[in-house]
């Protein structure tokens, strides 16, 4: 994804403003890490100049040049990254790219959040230390599967949804969010924990209601996607804005 780093700034002031920016952000970068990191690493040519990972406040990342201007107008990710791509062992190298969005994730966080009071200020740090970190969301990635789901053959996981009373649903879409109760508990909830809400990037919880798109196959909270369990009993396809927005587009 290429675009100018001027679009990624914005200017949250409430600590839930804060917060919901720097959630944004994070689902952008650790989206770029594991659903979408085959087009990730191919952006980053190290014959191009200088380029930055940017996590978008709408759930998106791209790849580009830094801000021209002296000083930016917010924190910049780390620059250059493209240049250490071919020098390093791939996973170690998007293990490095991880932790510095992590880091550049908590400046611009901080940098919105300098005019708190420090009671908000604890506040919203100690809401931004329950989601895993950028790093946690890639490292934890296991047998070849990636956070949307979908293991290294592009093979979907077994398909169903939750509903909020617990009952299992089936559905078209990859699941995260399905619970087999039979000897598989244990390994089955582990499994799960490696999903995250591509809205918010929040962890899954099996206490929650989950919806998947049946077109990229993320998964989502229905209440980030404003979906109920009543709703989607009568849904036969569910797209989720993203998906839905570019079809309108076409």
């Not at 009671?119 to 934890?140: I, T």
């Amino acid at each position: 994804m290429d675009m100018a780093p001027a679009s990624v700034s914005s200017n949250p002031r409430s600590v839930e403003e804060i917060y919901k920016d720097f959630s944004g952000r994070r689902a952008g970068l650790v989206r770029a890490l594991t659903s979408d990191v085959d087009d990730f690493y191919s952006s980053c040519d190290p014959d191009k100049e200088n380029l930055c990972l940017y996590g978008l406040p709408n759930g998106t990342w791209a790849v580009a040049p830094p801000a021209e201007e002296v000083p930016p107008e917010m924190p910049e990710p780390a620059l250059g990254i493209n240049f250490a791509r071919d020098g390093m062992q791939r996973r170690d190298w998007l293990s490095l790219v991880a932790v510095h969005s992590d880091s550049w994730l908590i400046s611009v966080a901080f940098f919105f959040g300098a005019r708190l009071n420090a009671n908000d200020r604890k506040r919203l740090f100690s809401m931004v230390s329950d989601l895993p970190s950028v790093f946690e969301a890639f490292s934890d990635r296991k047998h070849g599967r990636d956070r949307s789901g979908v293991d290294s053959s592009g093979k979907s996981r077994h398909s169903s949804k939750r509903g909020s009373d617990g009952h299992v649903k089936n559905s078209r879409a990859t699941a995260p969010a399905a619970k087999q109760y039979d000897d598989d508990d244990d390994e089955d909830d582990e499994e799960h924990t490696e999903t995250f809400c591509g809205t918010c990037g929040g962890l899954y919880n099996s206490n929650e209601f989950w919806i998947g798109c049946d077109i990229c196959e993320r998964w989502f909270h229905g209440k980030c996607v404003r979906i109920t369990p009543a709703r989607a009993d009568h849904i036969k396809h569910y797209k989720c804005p993203d998906c839905s927005s570019k079809k309108m587009r076409q």
